[in-house]
């Protein structure tokens, strides 16, 4: 059983800037609840136990943001505002079923120079990455998904969606053979290759389950445009005879890693749950 998750969120979010100088990306509201919150839930629900943010040091609201606030309790029950109360005490019952820790990545070098940043807090056994780049929405959580591929099989799995043959360059893409419903073997990675050149339509999305086999890829990379790669230490593993596997998600991608995908995740949600509403009202 997996129990611990690994959330990146050192970096600067530069696609977002300046709004992203002064809030981090994370805390983005996607129809009304940060980007991160839905990540988080995503773990809370899949069985994590323990979350640990990588973040720049110094003072993180995000990390903040999970605490509880006594003080912020007796405000509310001063003015007598029992529905936001009510709201925020079911907030804090949900995350107390996680602990969170923190990992310092001094320097944005990569999303795997991210996990390696936490090694000490999972190295003795499987864990999560979870991107705030990435929600899904679906029935089952999609680190769930992937929680029960790696049961059975105990290897990496990542998870993939389909994406248009026009898209391929905007994606990590994968060289796949299929091995079962929605599920597949890994046997190559390519980072942004031409629509022409894509070895499928499968794109990563950023949600893995890894094991503390890739740390010595991490740590002896081939490094991309001077960044050490998840992609890159998962390809390593997989010319050294390692077995990767990706499962095609269930459910939809939001994406949130530019203008443009946010602003349509943040509609796409935005109107199904005024729509819901709405219905809950007639």
């Known amino acids: 059983m997996i129990n611990k998750a690994i959330i990146p969120i050192a970096g600067f979010g530069t696609r977002f800037l300046p709004l992203s100088k002064v809030i981090a990306k994370e805390l983005f509201p996607l129809a009304a609840k940060p980007i991160l919150q839905y990540v988080v839930e995503e773990a809370v629900l899949s069985g994590i136990k323990e979350v640990v943010f990588v973040t720049k040091p110094g003072p993180c609201p995000s990390f903040e ?5 006594k003080k912020l309790e ?9 529905d936001i109360l009510e709201e925020m005490k079911s907030f804090d019952r949900f995350f107390k079923k996680v602990s969170f820790s923190r990992a310092y ?4 070098l990569g999303d795997g120079h991210a ?13 999560a990455v979870l991107f705030c780049d990435d929600v899904v929405e679906s029935k089952e959580p999609c680190l769930s998904q992937l929680n029960q591929v790696f049961k059975k099989y105990r290897k990496p799995v990542v998870a993939l969606c389909p994406v248009s043959k026009e898209k391929s360059s905007s994606y990590g893409m994968v060289r796949v053979e299929k091995i079962g419903k929605m599920l597949y073997e890994i046997k190559g990675i390519e980072e942004k290759p031409s629509p022409q050149d894509s070895p499928s ?12 086999e890739i740390f010595p890829y991490l740590e002896k990379p081939i490094l991309a445009k001077g960044e050490i ?6 390809s390593q593993m997989i010319e050294s005879g390692e077995k990767i596997l990706g499962l095609q998600l269930e459910g939809k991608w939001l994406e949130c890693g530019d203008k443009k995908s946010y602003l349509q995740s943040d509609v796409y949600l935005s109107s199904k749950n005024l729509a819901s509403r709405k219905r809950m009202e007639k």
Do not use: C, D, M
């Open 65 to 69: 943001y999970f605490k509880e606030s």
């Open 74 to 82: 007796e405000f509310l029950k001063k003015k007598k505002k029992t």
């Open 105 to 108: 990545q001094e320097k944005a």
């Open 115 to 127: 996990v390696l940043a936490a090694k000490k807090f999972v190295e003795k056994g499987p864990f």
């Open 201 to 212: 339509n499968l794109a990563v999305v950023g949600k893995y389950v890894l094991t503390p």
């Open 229 to 234: 790669r998840i992609a890159g230490a998962l």
